[in-house]
């Protein structure tokens, strides 16, 4: 279990305001792993900058980056971060944390789930690996379907029918594009702040919530919430893009049976079932679904 977290608004936000918030995305998000962490931004015109190490969220703050990134009067209007609970390729190989991202397309990908097809897609699509992670796969494969059509966003769309998997999947690209991507078996939730004109996403509504929205503590244990923050779950099989004049455009993806194959057994996941997962005691035979 991973979990991934951001935020996008047209221009940089106030620090004085928005700072406990992106800590709190941090925070919160780290219930959902803590073998690693790292976050994304947009730092300039058509310029990423990222940052990641094999520390929890609480430890990753601590560090010199982000204490400099924090430390600024302006905090990026368009991040994502990502906290991860690993289970492919291990986390003190630092090329195997999120966000993994596309030098040649300008893009920054963060994923929660499981990618049960990665090493065939690898052989069949004959792709240069950078990562072990099985979430990596999804760069170079955007990467050579955008070669095939020039469109970035059917290029996406591709992948996400090729992978095979559950996955909550968020792409910020240097453009200063944002694409949130739904499968079934996955949770993601969007929300918007009417008064400041800001998405916000999160893996679980208690995550965004927690973390962005703005509380009366009248005495221990009671609150009273203070909001202008409408939160909504993503669609299942879509693709949200939200772009700088802050409207969602969206497609529809259609996801592939997933089947997997252990110990001479041939294990099939229906799309309507997320709970036929079978158990072995050799743990690369073991799969989970969040």
């Not at 015109?45 to 980056?65: G, H, I, R, V």
């Not at 379907?145 to 591709?158: G, Q």
């Not at 916000?200 to 919530?209: D, K, N, R």
Request: hydrophobic share 35%; proline share 2%.
């Amino acid at each position: 279990m991973c979990g991934i977290a951001g935020w996008y608004a047209k221009k940089n936000l106030p620090a004085k305001k928005y700072r406990e918030k992106l800590e709190n995305l941090f925070f919160y998000t780290e219930t959902r792993g803590r073998d690693a962490t790292g976050i994304a931004y947009v730092s300039g015109e058509n310029e990423l900058t990222y940052f990641k190490a094999p520390l929890t969220a609480s430890k990753f703050l601590e560090t010199e980056a982000m204490k400099k990134l924090l430390g600024q009067e302006w905090l990026p209007g368009k991040l994502i971060l990502h906290c991860r609970a690993a289970t492919k390729g291990s986390e003190k190989n630092n090329d195997n944390n999120h966000p993994f991202c596309s030098e040649k397309l300008g893009f920054a990908l963060i994923h929660n789930g499981v990618i049960s097809n990665d090493d065939n897609l690898t052989k069949k699509y004959n792709l240069v690996r950078k990562a072990r992670t099985d979430s990596e796969v999804m760069v170079p494969l955007i990467e050579k379907f955008y070669d095939e059509n020039k469109n970035f966003l059917l290029a996406i769309k591709r992948c996400m029918e090729e992978v095979e998997g559950n996955k909550a999947v968020a792409i910020l690209t240097a453009g200063g594009n944002l694409y949130l991507i739904k499968g079934n078996s996955a949770s993601l939730v969007l929300g918007y702040d009417v008064e400041d004109d800001v998405f916000y996403f999160a893996s679980t509504q208690v995550i965004l919530s927690s973390s962005v929205e703005e509380y009366d503590y009248i005495k221990e244990f009671f609150k009273v919430k203070k909001s202008n923050i409408l939160i909504e779950e993503v669609p299942s099989e879509r693709i949200l893009a939200i772009k700088a004049n802050m409207e969602i455009s969206q497609i529809s993806f259609k996801e592939k049976e997933r089947r997997f194959v252990g110990q001479g057994k041939l294990w099939s996941l229906y799309r309507d079932n997320d709970s036929i997962w079978e158990d072995n005691d050799d743990s690369s035979n073991k799969w989970f679904c969040f």
